[in-house]
């Protein structure tokens, strides 16, 4: 995923799936000005829901995060439907991350997991078999100059290790999201619903290490709520509260467009 900075603060959008020929793009994500919410705050973002922490140049080291993958209902038109955590590219230029895709073609859908050091493209991890239900969980790491991501669904892992130049290390993030597709903004898919977290997966939570303090996504004053409009405002995927311990919430699909 790649950020395109917008106003004061800017998402991201990676095309995920160089195994479907989507190719690599950008989808800049419009915000609004952040507004308090209990000790998070909200903005919109037209291709991201879900949360971030924030931090100062180089302090982001690692955010874990998980969900059970969500079954998508397709009809005859192609859609998609990103699930990851990863550091940067909420206010940066890069983004190290891992996840998942589900994607609707032809009335079928098709499930996959990927990592992506942005700028480079996103790949495809085929040792990992993706499926509806099934408990992913990613650990994103950052040490003398590496980064590291270890995808792991349910009992399989798969872990690899890169450099990104320029990156800053500046947020972490668990997000739902709708990839940029042949130069443009994909249709959602309708995944219902995406529990992630703790409190659904029993594996770990949205949670990240800032300044060297670790703690749940909810412990850190830079908590973002993310809410996922179109061009127009209108919503496509909502982001429920943080759980009471700060590690889980709840995305829920609205439309597709």
Same mark, same amino acid.
């Given at each position: 995923?790649?950020?395109? +900075? ?10 995920? /799936? ?44 690692? @955010? ?33 991350? /891992? ?10 859908? $098709?499930? $996959? ?55 800053? +290390? ?58 996922? @409009?179109?061009?127009?405002? +209108? ?23």
């Amino acid at each position: 995923m790649r950020a395109t +900075r917008l106003w004061t603060v800017a998402l991201t959008a990676a095309t995920i /799936g160089p195994m479907l020929g989507l190719g690599v793009g950008v989808g800049a994500a419009a915000l609004t000005p952040l507004v308090p919410h209990g000790i998070e705050f909200t903005v919109e973002s037209t291709n991201w829901a879900g949360y971030a922490v924030t931090g100062g140049t180089g302090s982001v080291t690692q @955010v874990t995060g998980s969900w059970v993958q969500p079954s998508v209902s397709c009809s005859r038109s192609s859609t998609y439907a990103a699930f990851w955590d990863g550091i940067d590219g909420y206010n940066s230029n890069t983004v190290e991350q /891992g996840g998942t895709l589900a994607y609707c073609s032809g009335g079928h859908a $098709y499930y $996959y997991a990927w990592y992506e050091f942005y700028p480079a493209a996103s790949v495809d991890i085929t040792s990992l078999s993706v499926s509806p239900g099934s408990t992913v969980s990613v650990t994103v790491s950052y040490s003398a100059s590496d980064f590291s991501i270890t995808v792991k669904v349910g009992s399989s892992s798969y872990t690899k290790t890169g450099t990104v130049s320029g990156a800053e +290390r500046t947020s972490a993030e668990c997000i739902d999201e709708r990839p940029e597709v042949n130069g443009r903004l994909a249709n959602l898919a309708d995944f219902g619903t995406a529990d992630f977290g703790l409190d659904h997966t029993s594996t770990i939570g949205c949670a990240a290490t800032v300044s060297g303090t670790t703690g749940n996504f909810g412990s850190f004053s830079t908590a973002t709520a993310i809410n996922m @409009v179109d061009s127009a405002g +209108r919503t496509l995927s909502s982001t429920g509260a943080l759980s009471s311990d700060g590690s889980s919430f709840v995305a829920t699909w609205v439309a597709s467009s």
